[in-house]
């Protein structure tokens, strides 16, 4: 059969991914996997005609395609993402209706199902047969069980495509149905502040929603923000996944383009608001290309104790994937989620409300200084780069190693020698069957709330408990 692979590493065949993809080529000799650098080569394949009619007639002829890439940043490379664009603005649907399909990445596994819940409500927009998806770690080609994992994965996909396997979509299509938004009446700035605030956008003229929230945020204060269009910023390209940064964040841009001044100008907001509109079912891949190139700061948080906010057009309550990332992002950038707002709202006035609510809960956070906790997606996803800079990744990622040990980043329960203590202590009195009788009795739940109740009760003026900041 013939097999397209559809490689999503901008590195082309130096790629990680495109090892494993060897890797089957090899066992599976009698089948042909055309592979085709989609994201290396984005710029043909967009400019070019023919180059594009190529690929589209490669696509055509397959018995199956299989998308495979590296995770960046939630998704796939902004390269790729435009590929997908591409597909939809040259109304190409129909090259991929009822191809049998498959997902393949490889990752240190940090937010891969949101780049997998992507490709899967893609691969459904373009009504082709998903028949599986495989994430595999980026050293497991060389764990033999990891390695039969995947030969099962790629022939369970053959046989699928041989037997005609009947395959049901997963997601819905998007009802892209959004009301024109229409600001009511002028409103006067009442909000002065002394706060930096800065809106970063891709708007362009035709997206009118877009630029009216943006316009009637920034009009709820006394001194308007400055607003960044990435559009009217150099950016010579997307991340080339080359890693230079990893030793001291020196990025291959560095001066052959204006990106890396306007990121660091951004840092030194205290409020930061993101405005795009859905473009399948993500952001643009302008956007897209702004996440992948802020990995300048390779696994660093860039935006620590900022108020981070988003001003979406489009659908987004048809995507939790999406919110999910935005979520995900902001905890990962240990900022604070001030709020989203969308322009999904029946009722102008709604929207109207919603825009002047994000504006003062914005102010009002930054000038408490508040940051609420992280979710899983903070701690969780903090704790997978913990360990990976510590053990196989400290280089060539010597940056993140150094910023990890000065932030106390390497909390290992291992170094916490009081719990280990207390645990190998009561561990052996466990052991006797009346003292475990005892300690796992009735008392037990009054063991666990002990502390808590004594601090409670001394009635201390303990910070945030007397009503103070």
Same mark, same amino acid.
């Given at each position: 059969?013939?097999?397209?692979?559809?490689?999503?590493?901008?590195?082309?065949?130096?790629?990680?991914?495109?090892?494993?993809?060897?890797?089957?080529?090899?066992?599976?000799?009698?089948?042909?996997?055309?592979i085709i650098n989609i994201a290396q080569q984005i710029r043909h394949i967009e400019n070019d005609g023919r180059k594009f009619d190529e690929v589209m007639a490669d696509i055509e002829t397959a018995d199956?395609?299989?998308?495979?890439?590296?995770?960046?940043?939630?998704?796939?490379?902004?390269?790729?993402?435009?590929?997908?664009?591409?597909?939809?603005?040259?109304?190409?649907?129909?090259?991929?209706?009822?191809?049998?399909?498959?997902?393949?990445?490889?990752?240190?596994?940090?937010?891969?199902?949101?780049?997998?819940?992507?490709?899967?409500?893609?691969?459904?927009?373009?009504?082709?047969?998903?028949? #599986?998806?495989?994430?595999?770690?980026?050293?497991?080609?060389?764990?033999?069980?990891?390695?039969?994992?995947?030969?099962?994965?790629?022939?369970?996909?053959?046989?699928?495509?041989?037997?005609?396997?009947?395959?049901?979509?997963?997601?819905?299509?998007?009802?892209?149905?959004?009301?024109?938004?229409?600001?009511?009446?002028?409103?006067?700035?009442?909000?002065?502040?002394?706060?930096?605030?800065?809106?970063?956008? #891709?708007?362009?003229?035709?997206?009118?929603?877009?630029?009216?929230?943006?316009?009637?945020?920034?009009?709820?204060?006394?001194?308007?923000?400055?607003? =960044?269009?990435?559009?009217?910023?150099?950016?010579?390209?997307?991340?080339?996944?080359?890693?230079?940064?990893?030793? #001291?964040?020196?990025?291959?841009?560095?001066?052959?383009?204006?990106?890396?001044?306007?990121?660091?100008?951004?840092?030194?907001?205290?409020?930061?608001?993101?405005?795009?509109?859905?473009?399948?079912?993500?952001?643009?891949?302008?956007?897209?290309?702004?996440?992948?190139?802020?990995?300048?700061?390779?696994?660093?948080?860039?935006?620590?104790? %900022?108020?981070?906010?988003?001003?979406?057009?489009?659908?987004?309550?048809?995507?939790?994937?999406?919110?999910?990332?935005?979520?995900?992002?902001?905890?990962?950038?240990?900022?604070?989620?001030?709020?989203?707002?969308?322009?999904?709202?029946?009722?102008?006035?709604?929207?109207?409300?919603?825009?002047?609510?994000?504006?003062?809960?914005?102010?009002?956070?930054?000038?408490?200084?508040?940051?609420?906790?992280?979710?899983?997606?903070?701690?969780?996803?903090?704790?997978?780069?913990?360990?990976?800079?510590?053990?196989?990744?400290?280089?060539?990622?010597?940056?993140?190693?150094?910023?990890?040990?000065?932030?106390? =980043?390497?909390?290992?329960?291992?170094?916490?020698?009081?719990?280990?203590?207390?645990?190998?202590?009561?561990?052996?009195?466990?052991?006797?069957?009346?003292?475990?009788?005892?300690?796992?009795?009735? %008392?037990?739940?009054?063991?666990?709330?002990? #502390?808590?109740?004594?601090?409670?009760?001394?009635?201390?003026?303990?910070?945030?408990?007397?009503?103070?900041?």
């Open positions: 059969m013939k097999i397209v692979v559809l490689n999503g590493s901008p590195k082309g065949d130096l790629s990680v991914t495109m090892q494993f993809v060897a890797f089957l080529a090899k066992m599976n000799p009698q089948h042909n996997l055309k199956g395609v299989i998308w495979a890439f590296p995770l960046y940043v939630f998704l796939v490379h902004s390269h790729y993402k435009r590929f997908i664009e591409l597909i939809f603005a040259r109304n190409k649907t129909e090259v991929f209706r009822d191809k049998y399909t498959a997902v393949f990445s490889t990752s240190i596994h940090f937010f891969d199902h949101t780049a997998h819940q992507y490709m899967r409500g893609i691969c459904d927009d373009l009504n082709m047969r998903f028949c #599986d998806a495989f994430s595999a770690g980026m050293r497991d080609l060389f764990k033999s069980v990891e390695r039969e994992n995947l030969l099962k994965f790629f022939r369970g996909f053959l046989a699928a495509i041989q037997r005609k396997a009947p395959c049901a979509r997963q997601v819905k299509p998007l009802e892209l149905n959004n009301p024109e938004y229409v600001p009511g009446e002028a409103v006067a700035p009442t909000f002065v502040h002394s706060r930096s605030i800065i809106i970063v956008t #891709d708007a362009e003229e035709t997206q009118v929603n877009l630029l009216r929230m943006i316009d009637r945020f920034a009009a709820q204060f006394a001194e308007r923000p400055q607003v =960044v269009n990435l559009r009217q910023v150099e950016i010579n390209g997307g991340c080339l996944g080359c890693i230079r940064c990893g030793y #001291d964040n020196h990025c291959a841009y560095t001066g052959r383009d204006e990106f890396i001044d306007m990121f660091n100008r951004l840092k030194t907001a205290d409020i930061l608001v993101f405005a795009g509109a859905i473009q399948d079912r993500y952001l643009s891949s302008l956007w897209k290309t702004f996440f992948d190139r802020a990995f300048f700061n390779t696994h660093m948080p860039n935006f620590v104790g %900022k108020q981070l906010a988003f001003l979406v057009s489009g659908p987004l309550q048809q995507l939790p994937n999406l919110r999910q990332i935005l979520e995900a992002y902001t905890e990962h950038q240990q900022a604070n989620l001030a709020g989203i707002v969308t322009d999904e709202q029946s009722h102008v006035g709604e929207t109207d409300s919603a825009l002047r609510e994000l504006a003062l809960r914005s102010l009002d956070y930054a000038d408490r200084g508040y940051k609420r906790p992280n979710s899983f997606f903070g701690v969780g996803g903090l704790k997978i780069f913990r360990d990976e800079i510590w053990g196989p990744l400290r280089f060539p990622f010597v940056a993140d190693h150094q910023y990890y040990k000065q932030h106390g =980043v390497y909390d290992f329960p291992q170094y916490d020698y009081a719990s280990r203590i207390r645990n190998a202590f009561l561990g052996l009195l466990a052991k006797i069957p009346a003292v475990r009788k005892e300690l796992y009795g009735p %008392k037990m739940t009054e063991y666990m709330v002990r #502390d808590y109740k004594r601090f409670v009760e001394k009635g201390e003026h303990h910070a945030g408990l007397d009503g103070s900041d």
